[in-house]
């Protein structure tokens, strides 16, 4: 809204062209989606505190202390995040460009489904949501809509194809089979995060890492020139989509001050799967899906780590790790949670960085 109104502006008052670069307003959706979050954020937290009374339920098969050290904490801190994201995209973004409305659309269609599965568990005082079938059905709607779109937009035969880093020509062409590859990048995404999000502070570090390392390929894919240079594939609309990451970043650290060990709120379900679905949908958008295995690698390697803690006590009887996801296997280990937290976050960063650089190694 504000960059429509600043076109208007610079013809009369030059100083004001400043803020028609991408840059320039990707800096103030940070700041904006930051300070909706320091204003706003205690009274949500306080009127969640209110709603929800026992706060977010504990599992009882989890590590025993989050039993006593996390009773009572509020959940569906996500809101607030989601937000601080809406209002600053409205406010920096162009609204024209279809590609943000497909990824706000992601975005806040997970974070619906998230807030009910919240909201169940938290009526119910029970850890279970709703069935997890209907959740994935609708998970999976919502991504193939979101796809449809990004495959109409973008062309052929890019836009219906898979992108293979490290290679400047290589496509893997699935005609209009892609929307299932897409669908699978965007609701693995969101539940590869939401997994994660188990300890103060683990999920949002590596959430926000990899909104900044989308937030700088969407800007170079989305320029003609960058692009040219780079040997990358250029998708035209696609640079707008750094203000998103930017809100994202902005949102991120505006909730980790709350959710920085011990933390004030949790972001739930509303947060986690949200936030993975949105970089699942940046992903597909900018034509940089298997990217996003490596700079989420750290998703990744939380996901693997329940598939094979079920897949070998059903085939062997035995379990793999002391517990699963991996970040509960180091505190049975011994580790204190901030150690784990902030051992996750380096090697989310490590792994953002050799993702960053298959822009270069063409």
């Given at each position: 809204?504000?960059?429509?109104?600043?076109?208007?502006?610079t013809?009369?008052?030059?100083?004001?062209n400043?803020?028609?670069?991408?840059?320039?307003?990707?800096?103030?959706?940070?700041i904006?989606?930051?300070?909706?979050?320091?204003?706003?954020?205690?009274?949500?937290?306080?009127?969640?505190?209110?709603?929800?009374g026992?706060?977010?339920?504990?599992?009882?098969?989890?590590?025993?202390?989050?039993?006593?050290?996390?009773?009572?904490?509020?959940?569906?801190?996500?809101?607030?995040?989601?937000?601080?994201?809406?209002?600053?995209?409205?406010?920096w973004?162009?609204?024209?460009?279809?590609?943000?409305?497909?990824?706000?659309?992601?975005?806040?269609?997970?974070?619906?489904?998230?807030?009910?599965?919240?909201?169940?568990?938290?009526?119910?005082?029970?850890?279970?949501?709703?069935?997890?079938?209907?959740?994935?059905l609708?998970?999976?709607v919502?991504?193939?809509?979101?796809?449809?779109c990004?495959?109409?937009?973008?062309?052929?035969?890019?836009?219906?194809?898979?992108?293979?880093?490290?290679?400047?020509d290589?496509?893997?062409?699935?005609?209009?089979?892609f929307?299932?590859?897409?669908?699978?990048?965007?609701?693995?995404?969101?539940?590869?995060?939401?997994?994660?999000?188990?300890?103060?502070?683990?999920?949002?570090?590596p959430?926000?890492?990899?909104?900044?390392?989308?937030?700088?390929?969407?800007?170079?894919?989305?320029?003609?020139?960058?692009?040219?240079?780079?040997?990358?594939?250029?998708?035209?609309?696609?640079?707008?989509?750094?203000?998103?990451?930017?809100?994202?970043?902005?949102?991120?650290?505006?909730?980790?001050?709350f959710?920085?060990?011990?933390?004030?709120?949790?972001?739930?379900?509303?947060?986690?799967?949200?936030?993975?679905?949105?970089?699942?949908?940046?992903?597909?958008a900018?034509?940089?899906?298997?990217v996003?295995?490596?700079?989420?690698?750290l998703?990744?390697?939380?996901?693997?780590?329940?598939i094979?803690?079920?897949?070998?006590?059903?085939?062997?009887?035995?379990?793999?790790?002391?517990?699963a996801?991996?970040?509960?296997?180091?505190?049975?280990?011994?580790?204190?949670?901030?150690?784990?937290?902030i051992?996750?976050?380096?090697?989310?960063?490590?792994?953002?960085?050799?993702?960053?650089?298959?822009?270069?190694?063409?």
């Amino acid at each position: 809204m504000l960059y429509y109104l600043v076109l208007k502006l610079t013809s009369e008052i030059s100083a004001f062209n400043v803020f028609r670069y991408l840059t320039t307003r990707t800096g103030c959706a940070i700041i904006t989606a930051l300070l909706f979050i320091f204003v706003f954020g205690p009274k949500i937290i306080a009127l969640l505190k209110v709603k929800q009374g026992r706060g977010q339920p504990i599992r009882l098969d989890g590590p025993q202390r989050h039993i006593i050290e996390k009773q009572g904490t509020p959940t569906m801190g996500g809101l607030m995040i989601l937000s601080g994201v809406f209002v600053s995209t409205l406010l920096w973004a162009d609204l024209s460009n279809l590609y943000v409305w497909s990824v706000l659309f992601v975005t806040l269609g997970y974070g619906a489904i998230g807030f009910y599965d919240d909201y169940l568990k938290v009526t119910r005082a029970s850890v279970r949501g709703f069935s997890s079938k209907a959740r994935l059905l609708a998970e999976f709607v919502i991504a193939g809509a979101a796809v449809l779109c990004f495959m109409r937009m973008g062309q052929a035969p890019l836009s219906s194809s898979l992108a293979v880093p490290f290679f400047k020509d290589v496509l893997i062409y699935f005609g209009p089979f892609f929307i299932f590859v897409g669908m699978f990048v965007i609701v693995g995404a969101g539940n590869a995060v939401n997994i994660t999000d188990g300890l103060d502070g683990l999920a949002i570090v590596p959430v926000m890492i990899a909104a900044g390392s989308y937030a700088l390929i969407a800007y170079l894919v989305g320029n003609a020139v960058f692009s040219g240079y780079l040997n990358l594939h250029f998708v035209k609309g696609t640079g707008e989509l750094v203000v998103i990451c930017g809100a994202l970043i902005g949102a991120g650290l505006g909730f980790l001050w709350f959710n920085a060990p011990p933390a004030m709120i949790f972001m739930g379900d509303t947060g986690s799967l949200s936030l993975g679905g949105c970089l699942g949908a940046i992903a597909v958008a900018v034509k940089h899906e298997i990217v996003l295995a490596i700079i989420g690698g750290l998703f990744v390697l939380e996901t693997v780590s329940v598939i094979v803690q079920v897949a070998s006590f059903k085939m062997t009887g035995k379990r793999v790790f002391a517990m699963a996801p991996l970040h509960h296997h180091f505190e049975q280990k011994g580790w204190k949670e901030p150690t784990i937290v902030i051992r996750f976050w380096i090697i989310a960063f490590v792994l953002a960085l050799i993702g960053l650089s298959t822009l270069k190694l063409r």
